[in-house]
Protein backbone atom coordinates (compact mmCIF):
# COMPACT_ATOMS: atom_id res chain seq x y z
CA UNK A 1 0.00 0.00 0.00
CA UNK A 2 1.25 3.34 -0.92
CA UNK A 3 0.13 7.00 0.04
CA UNK A 4 -1.27 8.84 -1.85
CA UNK A 5 -0.91 12.48 -1.42
CA UNK A 6 -4.39 13.72 -3.77
CA UNK A 7 -6.06 11.73 -0.76
CA UNK A 8 -9.47 13.66 0.48
CA UNK A 9 -8.02 13.67 3.68
CA UNK A 10 -4.59 15.24 3.08
CA UNK A 11 -5.61 17.92 0.42
CA UNK A 12 -8.57 19.41 2.44
CA UNK A 13 -6.16 20.05 5.56
CA UNK A 14 -3.55 21.76 3.27
CA UNK A 15 -3.15 25.73 2.92
CA UNK A 16 -2.82 27.43 0.14
CA UNK A 17 0.54 26.68 -1.82
CA UNK A 18 1.36 23.65 0.37
CA UNK A 19 1.82 20.23 -0.67
CA UNK A 20 1.86 17.22 1.02
CA UNK A 21 5.64 17.05 1.62
CA UNK A 22 5.23 20.48 3.62
CA UNK A 23 2.80 18.62 6.13
CA UNK A 24 4.41 15.28 6.91
CA UNK A 25 2.84 14.70 10.15
CA UNK A 26 -0.78 14.94 8.16
CA UNK A 27 0.18 13.33 5.73
CA UNK A 28 1.69 10.00 8.08
CA UNK A 29 -1.60 10.07 9.75
CA UNK A 30 -3.86 10.09 6.99
CA UNK A 31 -1.58 6.85 5.75
CA UNK A 32 -1.86 5.11 9.19
CA UNK A 33 -5.95 5.54 9.53
CA UNK A 34 -6.11 3.58 5.94
CA UNK A 35 -3.55 1.14 6.83
CA UNK A 36 -5.40 0.47 9.93
CA UNK A 37 -8.79 0.00 8.04
CA UNK A 38 -6.98 -2.22 5.35
CA UNK A 39 -6.30 -4.52 8.74
CA UNK A 40 -9.24 -4.60 9.82
CA UNK A 41 -10.55 -5.85 6.45
CA UNK A 42 -8.33 -8.60 6.47
CA UNK A 43 -9.08 -9.72 10.32
CA UNK A 44 -12.76 -9.94 9.08
CA UNK A 45 -15.11 -13.10 8.68
CA UNK A 46 -14.42 -12.76 5.08
CA UNK A 47 -10.72 -13.85 5.92
CA UNK A 48 -10.96 -15.95 8.26
CA UNK A 49 -8.07 -18.29 9.49
CA UNK A 50 -5.45 -15.87 9.66
CA UNK A 51 -2.14 -16.89 11.48
CA UNK A 52 -0.85 -13.51 11.61
CA UNK A 53 -0.26 -10.41 10.04
CA UNK A 54 2.93 -8.98 9.99
CA UNK A 55 3.39 -4.97 8.56
CA UNK A 56 6.23 -2.73 7.70
CA UNK A 57 6.72 1.01 6.88
CA UNK A 58 9.17 2.43 4.99
CA UNK A 59 9.40 6.12 3.52
CA UNK A 60 9.95 7.27 -0.27
CA UNK A 61 12.46 9.27 -1.67
CA UNK A 62 9.75 12.04 -1.71
CA UNK A 63 8.68 11.17 2.00
CA UNK A 64 5.28 9.44 1.98
CA UNK A 65 4.99 6.47 3.46
CA UNK A 66 4.21 3.07 2.37
CA UNK A 67 3.92 -0.56 3.74
CA UNK A 68 4.68 -4.23 2.88
CA UNK A 69 1.80 -6.34 4.45
CA UNK A 70 2.61 -10.39 4.77
CA UNK A 71 -0.71 -12.40 5.97
CA UNK A 72 -0.24 -15.94 6.57
CA UNK A 73 -3.48 -18.25 6.33
CA UNK A 74 -4.25 -20.89 7.80
CA UNK A 75 -6.14 -24.21 6.64
Not at 13 to 38: E, H, I, N, S, Y
Not at 40 to 51: P, T
Not at 60 to 65: A, C, T
Amino acid sequence: MTTNPNWPEIKEKLLPGQTAADRLVLVCCAFKGRMDKLIDFFKSKRFSGIVYIISMVEFQMRGLPYTHILLKVGP
